[in-house]
Protein backbone atom coordinates (compact mmCIF):
# COMPACT_ATOMS: atom_id res chain seq x y z
CA UNK A 1 0.00 0.00 0.00
CA UNK A 2 1.44 3.52 -1.14
CA UNK A 3 1.09 6.35 1.54
CA UNK A 4 -1.40 7.55 -0.50
CA UNK A 5 -3.89 4.70 -0.10
CA UNK A 6 -4.50 1.12 -1.47
CA UNK A 7 -3.81 0.49 -5.22
CA UNK A 8 -7.22 -0.16 -7.08
CA UNK A 9 -5.50 -1.45 -10.39
CA UNK A 10 -8.23 -0.02 -12.56
CA UNK A 11 -7.63 -0.45 -16.19
CA UNK A 12 -8.73 3.55 -16.75
CA UNK A 13 -6.80 4.81 -13.90
CA UNK A 14 -5.07 8.06 -14.36
CA UNK A 15 -2.49 7.51 -12.05
CA UNK A 16 -0.64 4.68 -9.80
CA UNK A 17 -2.99 5.12 -7.21
CA UNK A 18 -5.81 3.64 -9.50
CA UNK A 19 -7.91 6.73 -9.48
CA UNK A 20 -10.95 6.96 -11.79
CA UNK A 21 -12.18 9.73 -13.60
CA UNK A 22 -15.42 10.31 -11.50
CA UNK A 23 -16.43 13.53 -12.63
CA UNK A 24 -17.25 17.43 -10.85
CA UNK A 25 -17.29 20.12 -12.85
CA UNK A 26 -16.14 18.83 -15.53
CA UNK A 27 -12.83 20.76 -15.28
CA UNK A 28 -11.63 20.42 -12.38
CA UNK A 29 -10.43 17.10 -12.21
CA UNK A 30 -11.71 13.47 -11.02
CA UNK A 31 -13.21 12.87 -7.09
CA UNK A 32 -10.39 11.51 -5.65
CA UNK A 33 -12.12 11.46 -1.93
CA UNK A 34 -14.92 9.54 -3.67
CA UNK A 35 -12.64 6.56 -4.56
CA UNK A 36 -10.45 6.30 -1.75
CA UNK A 37 -8.88 8.04 1.95
CA UNK A 38 -5.12 8.76 1.70
CA UNK A 39 -2.19 9.57 4.94
CA UNK A 40 -3.67 13.34 4.78
CA UNK A 41 -7.74 12.47 4.78
CA UNK A 42 -6.69 10.12 7.49
CA UNK A 43 -4.83 12.65 9.66
CA UNK A 44 -7.40 15.48 9.51
CA UNK A 45 -10.21 12.53 10.99
CA UNK A 46 -8.03 11.64 14.03
CA UNK A 47 -8.01 15.12 14.64
CA UNK A 48 -11.78 15.11 14.15
CA UNK A 49 -11.93 12.70 16.42
CA UNK A 50 -10.35 14.79 19.05
CA UNK A 51 -11.34 18.26 18.14
CA UNK A 52 -15.26 16.94 18.68
CA UNK A 53 -13.92 15.71 22.11
CA UNK A 54 -13.43 19.24 23.14
CA UNK A 55 -15.69 21.47 21.00
CA UNK A 56 -19.21 21.76 21.09
CA UNK A 57 -19.48 22.44 18.50
CA UNK A 58 -16.58 21.14 16.39
CA UNK A 59 -16.40 22.82 13.26
CA UNK A 60 -14.96 21.56 9.64
CA UNK A 61 -15.01 23.59 6.10
CA UNK A 62 -14.64 21.37 3.44
CA UNK A 63 -13.07 23.64 0.95
CA UNK A 64 -13.60 22.15 -2.70
CA UNK A 65 -15.96 19.28 -0.61
CA UNK A 66 -16.95 17.44 -4.30
CA UNK A 67 -18.89 15.29 -4.24
CA UNK A 68 -18.92 15.26 -0.08
CA UNK A 69 -17.48 11.82 0.62
CA UNK A 70 -14.84 13.53 3.46
CA UNK A 71 -17.73 15.91 4.69
CA UNK A 72 -19.64 12.59 5.27
CA UNK A 73 -16.53 11.15 7.32
CA UNK A 74 -15.83 14.38 9.38
CA UNK A 75 -20.06 14.31 10.54
CA UNK A 76 -19.28 10.95 11.10
CA UNK A 77 -16.55 11.67 13.75
CA UNK A 78 -18.99 14.13 15.49
CA UNK A 79 -17.84 17.64 13.35
CA UNK A 80 -20.34 20.19 12.06
CA UNK A 81 -19.38 20.80 8.35
CA UNK A 82 -18.94 23.76 5.76
CA UNK A 83 -19.20 22.65 2.42
CA UNK A 84 -17.87 24.90 0.18
CA UNK A 85 -17.76 23.88 -3.63
CA UNK A 86 -18.77 25.70 -6.98
CA UNK A 87 -21.55 22.66 -7.80
CA UNK A 88 -24.57 22.56 -5.51
CA UNK A 89 -24.94 19.54 -3.42
CA UNK A 90 -27.98 19.93 -1.66
CA UNK A 91 -29.11 16.63 -1.67
CA UNK A 92 -25.77 15.48 0.34
CA UNK A 93 -26.65 18.38 2.68
CA UNK A 94 -29.86 16.93 3.13
CA UNK A 95 -29.34 13.37 3.99
CA UNK A 96 -26.17 14.09 5.77
CA UNK A 97 -28.50 16.10 7.93
CA UNK A 98 -30.99 13.51 7.60
CA UNK A 99 -28.50 10.75 9.25
CA UNK A 100 -26.86 12.75 12.06
CA UNK A 101 -29.11 15.77 12.64
CA UNK A 102 -30.38 19.00 11.49
CA UNK A 103 -27.80 21.67 10.88
CA UNK A 104 -24.64 19.24 10.85
CA UNK A 105 -23.87 20.53 7.62
CA UNK A 106 -24.18 22.80 5.62
CA UNK A 107 -23.13 24.82 2.12
CA UNK A 108 -21.45 27.17 0.49
CA UNK A 109 -22.24 27.32 -3.46
CA UNK A 110 -19.93 29.25 -5.03
CA UNK A 111 -16.56 30.75 -5.75
CA UNK A 112 -15.05 31.09 -2.55
CA UNK A 113 -12.83 33.97 -3.22
CA UNK A 114 -16.18 36.18 -3.21
CA UNK A 115 -17.89 34.37 -0.45
CA UNK A 116 -18.64 37.23 1.85
CA UNK A 117 -17.60 36.77 5.55
CA UNK A 118 -21.06 36.08 7.46
CA UNK A 119 -21.09 33.03 5.31
CA UNK A 120 -18.23 31.76 7.27
CA UNK A 121 -18.42 30.15 10.74
CA UNK A 122 -17.76 31.93 13.54
CA UNK A 123 -15.02 29.35 14.75
CA UNK A 124 -13.02 26.99 12.53
CA UNK A 125 -11.35 24.18 14.31
CA UNK A 126 -10.58 22.19 10.92
CA UNK A 127 -9.49 23.83 7.96
CA UNK A 128 -9.55 21.03 4.96
CA UNK A 129 -8.67 21.33 1.05
CA UNK A 130 -7.44 18.85 -1.05
CA UNK A 131 -6.63 19.29 -4.40
CA UNK A 132 -8.39 22.50 -4.74
CA UNK A 133 -6.64 25.86 -3.79
CA UNK A 134 -4.07 25.71 -7.21
CA UNK A 135 -7.00 26.55 -8.77
CA UNK A 136 -6.45 29.87 -7.61
CA UNK A 137 -3.58 32.29 -8.36
CA UNK A 138 -1.10 32.20 -5.60
CA UNK A 139 -2.28 35.80 -4.04
CA UNK A 140 -6.15 34.54 -4.37
CA UNK A 141 -5.03 31.59 -2.39
CA UNK A 142 -3.15 33.18 0.15
CA UNK A 143 -6.25 35.25 0.74
CA UNK A 144 -8.48 32.66 1.05
CA UNK A 145 -6.18 31.02 3.75
CA UNK A 146 -5.80 34.29 5.77
CA UNK A 147 -9.56 34.90 5.70
CA UNK A 148 -10.28 31.20 7.20
CA UNK A 149 -7.45 31.80 9.41
CA UNK A 150 -8.93 34.56 11.27
CA UNK A 151 -11.55 32.59 12.37
CA UNK A 152 -9.29 29.76 13.39
CA UNK A 153 -7.90 30.05 17.54
CA UNK A 154 -4.14 28.56 18.10
CA UNK A 155 -4.19 25.13 18.06
CA UNK A 156 -7.04 24.45 15.14
CA UNK A 157 -5.30 22.73 12.05
CA UNK A 158 -5.50 23.15 8.29
CA UNK A 159 -5.23 20.16 6.09
CA UNK A 160 -3.72 20.95 3.03
CA UNK A 161 -2.56 19.59 -0.62
CA UNK A 162 -1.55 21.42 -3.83
CA UNK A 163 -0.38 20.32 -6.94
CA UNK A 164 3.43 20.34 -7.38
CA UNK A 165 5.54 21.74 -10.15
CA UNK A 166 7.63 18.38 -9.60
CA UNK A 167 5.08 15.82 -10.99
CA UNK A 168 4.27 14.85 -14.27
CA UNK A 169 1.90 17.74 -14.41
CA UNK A 170 4.81 20.63 -15.16
CA UNK A 171 5.07 18.35 -18.41
CA UNK A 172 4.18 21.16 -21.20
CA UNK A 173 2.78 23.31 -18.35
CA UNK A 174 2.10 26.65 -19.98
CA UNK A 175 3.19 28.95 -17.11
CA UNK A 176 6.28 26.36 -16.33
CA UNK A 177 9.38 28.87 -15.64
CA UNK A 178 7.13 31.83 -13.98
CA UNK A 179 7.28 33.20 -10.94
CA UNK A 180 4.95 32.08 -8.57
CA UNK A 181 3.01 35.54 -8.46
CA UNK A 182 2.59 34.87 -12.40
CA UNK A 183 2.13 31.05 -12.18
CA UNK A 184 -0.67 30.64 -13.63
CA UNK A 185 -1.42 28.15 -16.85
CA UNK A 186 -3.30 25.49 -18.46
CA UNK A 187 -1.92 21.64 -18.78
CA UNK A 188 -0.77 20.41 -21.74
CA UNK A 189 -3.23 19.09 -24.19
CA UNK A 190 -2.59 15.58 -23.38
CA UNK A 191 -2.54 15.80 -19.73
CA UNK A 192 -5.35 17.98 -19.11
CA UNK A 193 -7.17 15.21 -20.86
CA UNK A 194 -5.58 12.30 -19.08
CA UNK A 195 -6.68 14.19 -15.61
CA UNK A 196 -9.41 16.27 -16.55
CA UNK A 197 -8.37 19.07 -15.98
CA UNK A 198 -9.57 21.95 -18.13
CA UNK A 199 -8.82 25.04 -15.93
CA UNK A 200 -5.56 27.06 -15.31
CA UNK A 201 -3.59 25.89 -12.38
CA UNK A 202 -0.22 27.45 -9.85
CA UNK A 203 1.78 24.63 -9.62
CA UNK A 204 4.06 25.31 -6.03
CA UNK A 205 7.37 23.98 -5.22
CA UNK A 206 7.65 22.77 -1.70
CA UNK A 207 8.87 25.87 -0.06
CA UNK A 208 6.48 28.21 -1.49
CA UNK A 209 3.80 25.83 -0.49
CA UNK A 210 5.02 25.53 2.96
CA UNK A 211 5.02 29.54 2.29
CA UNK A 212 1.84 29.54 1.50
CA UNK A 213 0.20 28.35 4.63
CA UNK A 214 2.79 30.26 6.74
CA UNK A 215 1.95 33.37 5.51
CA UNK A 216 -1.71 32.62 6.34
CA UNK A 217 -0.50 31.89 10.19
CA UNK A 218 0.26 28.73 10.24
CA UNK A 219 3.31 26.22 11.52
CA UNK A 220 4.12 22.80 9.71
CA UNK A 221 3.79 20.42 11.71
CA UNK A 222 4.26 17.72 8.62
CA UNK A 223 4.43 18.13 4.89
CA UNK A 224 5.46 15.92 2.25
CA UNK A 225 4.87 14.71 -1.53
CA UNK A 226 2.75 12.19 -2.45
CA UNK A 227 3.61 8.72 -4.64
CA UNK A 228 2.19 11.06 -7.73
CA UNK A 229 3.95 13.99 -6.69
CA UNK A 230 1.33 16.53 -4.82
CA UNK A 231 2.16 18.55 -1.85
CA UNK A 232 0.47 18.05 1.40
CA UNK A 233 0.83 19.25 4.72
CA UNK A 234 -0.68 19.41 7.88
CA UNK A 235 -0.19 22.78 9.45
CA UNK A 236 -1.19 24.50 13.20
CA UNK A 237 -2.62 27.92 13.79
CA UNK A 238 0.08 29.77 15.88
Same mark, same amino acid.
Given at each position: MSRDGEQKGAAAAINSQGDLLVETTGRHGPDVSSQRTDALDLAALEFARKAALCHAPAVAVDLGAGLGAQTARFVA????????DLVPRQGIVDELNLRY??? !??? +?????VRRMPPGEMPREVHILYSQRMLHYLRHAEA #? !??? $??? +?GR? #? $?GARLFLSCACLESELSGGYSALGEPLGQRFGLLAPAMAQKHDVHEPLCLYARDE????????GFKAIEAYRSD????????ERC
Open positions: AGMSVLMVGQG !RVS +AFVGD #A !RVL $AAF +AM #A $AFLDLAGGAFGTLKGVF
